[in-house]
Structures are given as structure tokens and as C-alpha cells.
């Protein structure tokens, strides 16, 4: 028994009213609905598992998964064409659309065969293969038109696609990435109309395995990026290899089967593509669960306002997680959110705040883009912390160099006064990687001067993360190589041992020199 199972082991659940069906009932069975009902179940059997929509999880059916092997081919068939630098020449590369698209829809269905499985192994819970909508705080209308009733009620209903009105001129020919990813083949042209995660991830991709490609991007967006200096770096970088258009909504219309976008000052740049891909981001599925009919209503924003530390909202025995909250939707995000919300359905009326880990992001762009921690954006507008910002370039780092990806740029913010690391964002090389190393420095607590005193290796492309907080020590006013620690001594002041580990690792004592 773990010490969170413990920590709860004398707790009972509230004795249930004659007229609940269920301690708690969950609408939604994708990540945050799983892992609510997962922690849930570790206090009561009587929970109801709510979905009338295709099981598997958004991340394994249409996001994280179907995308990471459709950017594998594409980057199988640019590491063909990147050879040429190291004086290495390959034939020109053969793109099997059916092929690559075969293996997309096998390997995701591999995936989504999976989670159905994990769900269909639930054992404390009643699967209802239906939908639901409030009637009232404890009262669930199904589609079938029966009614359960719960003491609590997890909302987890997801998130579906953005399509802007004004697309809809497109017709059939107007897609989103959930359709990206049931083609047989590969199209001859697509605009995609978004440069956030989903429309970078895509549209590289796509342009890669030989599809003419054009993006759209408003506002200056550039994925999840805060920091202008980041940003301006990657849009530049980005627009060198693919066709890019930022700030403008072009006009849409169709000529037979293609689809006609005009932009531009007076509309003159035209071009026409096979399909469009609304890549505009996703919305949280709770305008059809009848919220007005709970205490919630009327709240101002499209979702309820709800506390991030305990899952709970103003109704206090409905609790919401997940891409219903419209916060981060990401898939450790998600889990993270389904435990508290579910532990807390659960132990109502009693609600415990847990401490939410470090925020990690992540585009698989090429480069890659991540922020960790506070982004510039959030540390700009919290005016109570005086933070210092240094950078590192990696246009002449020695690995990435070496490996012919010196294309980045990383911006490192820290408080001042205090030196401890708050948050990066960046757009380089082997950013998923960084990005955990530095989500884990912020979530020790480190200083700058600690992450100093860290091991770095030669030659690696992590040695470029140790010259941006040695720069980033100087802007604190310290020195960007710090003293090394000094060993600890013992009371008669001898040195202490080495671990062995590391002692196997070091010369003999009698080739130690002063």
C-alpha cells in the first residue's frame, strides 16, 4: 500500500442517498476521464463511465499519436536530403503516399486498440455507451432518454475542432486533423489555415512528404511561443523551408474540386489546393451538457470558472478536467487533472488542493519548439516578479554544428534577487529533450548558480543550455562561472569519501597533483 492509499485507507465515502445511482459519474472516457475514474475507484465501486463517442483517447486516435508517425516519415525522407552536407548523396526520394498513410492508420489503430482495451478492463465501474446532459446538479439525461443520478459529477468531455465561418466555403474539401489521419493516400496541395501546434505539426510534415503546402497564421502566432525574440527567430526559420503567410484571413472559394484562397492587399495572391485544413485550435465539448440546468450558470466564459488545484467548481460537487477546462490541453495535463477531479469526486464533501507540476509544452516541428515553466507572456504580466532574461544561440553551438542542425535560439528567465530558474522557451535542436531537463531544474527549485554547479558533457548540444545561464548569471550580477563546491569535512577535518561509483571513476590518490 503506497502512503497516498494510506493516507486515505480510514476514510469512508458519505453513506449515498437513497436516490443516487452512483458516488460519482464521469462524462467522458478519454485521458482525464481514465484517470478519474482510476483514482476514484480507489475509494468506491460505484462509479459511472460516461461516453456515447468513439473510444481511444484524442491523443491515440487524432493528436499525439497519428501525428508523431506521420512526422517520422516525413523525417525519414528529409534525412535523405540532408545528407548532401556531410558529402553524402542519395537518389531522390520516392514518397509512397499510400504506404505512409497505411502504416499512420495501423500503428494509430494499434494504439486506440489499446485504450479500448485499459477500459474495457475497468472492473469497479458501470460503462455507459451513451451521452449525458445535466438536468440538474445530481440528475444525468442520457441520450436513450433515462436518467442516472450521482452524488458527484466529473466533467471530461474533451475538446473538438475550431472551423471558422469563414472557411466554409470550402465546402467538403474542408477538413480537420482528425480527417488528416483516416487518408488512403496523400493529397497534391492543402492550405492549412493555423500556426499553432496542430497546423506547424501538420503542414511541415505534410510539405516534407512532397504535399505543395501553404500555411495561414494570425496574429503572429508561431505554436505555443510567448517570447517575441523566440518567435520573430522561429516564424523567419520556419517560412525559410515552407510557404508561409502570417496576420491575413485569406478569402475562400472553390472552383470545381479545388478550393481557390485569395490574399494579399487587394486580394491578387491566389493559389488553389485540394483541400483546406482548419488547423485554428480546439474547443472544450461542454455547450451540449445542459450546464445552464446546474447551479453553475450563468458564468461569462465558454467554460466555468473552476479552481486548477482541486478539479472543483462553484457547484462544489461538480468537478471538471481535462480539454473541458480549456487550459492546457495536453495529455499529462489531462491525467494529472482526472486524478485530483476524480480523488475529490470521490471524498466529497471533503476536497483536497494538490500542487500541480511544472508546465511542460512541446511542438514537433523541425526544429522543435518548448516552453517550460513561465513563459514571457505570464512573467510579464505578474508585476510582482523582477525576472532577468539571457539567451543562447545555436547557430554556432559545436554539436549542432557537427550534426548540421544549428539552426535555434533559447531564452532563460530568472528572479532576480533570489536566481531562481523560472521558466524558457525556445525553437532548436532536441527541444523535447531540454525541455525536460529544464522542467525538472524548476521543479527542484534550482537557482541558476546550482544548475552551474551541474555536470555538462563535451561535446553534446546541452552545453548550449550551460552558456545560457552562464550568460544568465551575469544579467543577475553574478559570475558566469561560479566556484566549485567544496567538498564537506568531517570533525577531524578530512576530506569525505567518494562514493564508490564515482571513486571507480577517478585516478589512483598517488596520480592526484595539487
Not at 500503428?107 to 478492463?121: H, L, P, W, Y
Not at 568531517?490 to 595539487?514: C, G
Request: hydrophobic fraction near 45%; charged fraction near 25%.
Amino acid at each position: 500500500m503506497n502512503s497516498h492509499t494510506h493516507r486515505f485507507a480510514d476514510r469512508a465515502i458519505r453513506p449515498l442517498k437513497d436516490q443516487f445511482d452512483f458516488d460519482v459519474a464521469i462524462i467522458g472516457a478519454g485521458t482525464a476521464g481514465m484517470s478519474a475514474y482510476r483514482e476514484a475507484s480507489r475509494y468506491t465501486d460505484r462509479i459511472a463511465l460516461i461516453d456515447g463517442g468513439p473510444l481511444g483517447t484524442t491523443c491515440a486516435r487524432v493528436g499525439c499519436m497519428p501525428s508523431k508517425l506521420l512526422i517520422a516519415a516525413a523525417e525519414a525522407a528529409e534525412a535523405g536530403r540532408h545528407a548532401a552536407m556531410f558529402g553524402v548523396t542519395h537518389g531522390p526520394a520516392i514518397i509512397d503516399g499510400k504506404a505512409i498513410m497505411n502504416r499512420v492508420r495501423s500503428e494509430r489503430d494499434r494504439f486506440v486498440g489499446f485504450v479500448e482495451q485499459a477500459i474495457m478492463a475497468f472492473d469497479r465501474c458501470e460503462l455507459i455507451r451513451e451521452y449525458a446532459r445535466f438536468e440538474d446538479n445530481h440528475t444525468l439525461r442520457l441520450s436513450s432518454g433515462r436518467t442516472v443520478t450521482a452524488r458527484t459529477v466529473v466533467i471530461a468531455s474533451g475538446s473538438s475542432p475550431v472551423i471558422p465561418y469563414t472557411l466554409q466555403a470550402a465546402g467538403d474539401r474542408l477538413i480537420v486533423n482528425d480527417d488528416v489521419f483516416d487518408w488512403h493516400d496523400l493529397p497534391g496541395s492543402v492550405a492549412v489555415m493555423g500556426t499553432g501546434v496542430i497546423g506547424l505539426e501538420l503542414g511541415q510534415a505534410l510539405h516534407r512528404l512532397g504535399v505543395r503546402v501553404r500555411l495561414f497564421g494570425r496574429r503572429g502566432r508561431v505554436g505555443m511561443i510567448t517570447d517575441p525574440v523566440v518567435r520573430d527567430y522561429a516564424a523567419k526559420c520556419l517560412a525559410d523551408e515552407n510557404p508561409m503567410t502570417w496576420d491575413v484571413e485569406p478569402a475562400v472559394s472553390r472552383e470545381g474540386d479545388k478550393v481557390v484562397l485569395n490574399w494579399g492587399p487587394s486580394a491578387e495572391e491566389q493559389e488553389q489546393f485540394d483541400f483546406v485544413i482548419a488547423a485554428a485550435g480546439r474547443r472544450p465539448n461542454v455547450a451540449w451538457l445542459g450546464l445552464e440546468n446546474t447551479s453553475l450558470a450563468p458564468y461569462e466564459k465558454d467554460v466555468p470558472p473552476y479552481d486548477a488545484l482541486s478539479g472543483r467548481t462553484a457547484a462544489k460537487n461538480i468537478f471538471i478536467a481535462g480539454d473541458a477546462t480549456a487550459q492546457l490541453p495536453l495529455l499529462h495535463e489531462a491525467a494529472d487533472e482526472g486524478r485530483i477531479a476524480g480523488e475529490n469526486a470521490a471524498l466529497y464533501p471533503d476536497f483536497y488542493r494538490r500542487v500541480r507540476r511544472t508546465p511542460i509544452g512541446i511542438v514537433f516541428s523541425d526544429p522543435q519548439i518548448a516552453v517550460v515553466g513561465a513563459s514571457h507572456a505570464a512573467l510579464l504580466s505578474d508585476r510582482t516578479t523582477d525576472f532577468a532574461v539571457a539567451e543562447v544561440s545555436f547557430e554556432d553551438q559545436g554539436r549542432a554544428r557537427v550534426m548540421g542542425v544549428n539552426k535555434g535560439l533559447l531564452r532563460v528567465y530568472a528572479e532576480n534577487g533570489t536566481g531562481r530558474f523560472l521558466g524558457a522557451e525556445m525553437f532548436g535542436p532536441a527541444a523535447e529533450h531540454i525541455a525536460h531537463l529544464l522542467a525538472w531544474t524548476i521543479e527542484a527549485g534550482m537557482t541558476v548558480e546550482q544548475i552551474l554547479q551541474m555536470p555538462f558533457y563535451h561535446p553534446v548540444i546541452e552545453e548550449g543550455v550551460r552558456t545560457a545561464f552562464r550568460h544568465l548569471a551575469e544579467a543577475l550580477g553574478g559570475q558566469a562561472n561560479p566556484p566549485l563546491r567544496c567538498m564537506e569535512r568531517d570533525a577531524a577535518s578530512r576530506p569525505l569519501s567518494v562514493t564508490a561509483p564515482v571513486a571507480a571513476m577517478l585516478p589512483a590518490a598517488t596520480e592526484i597533483r595539487a
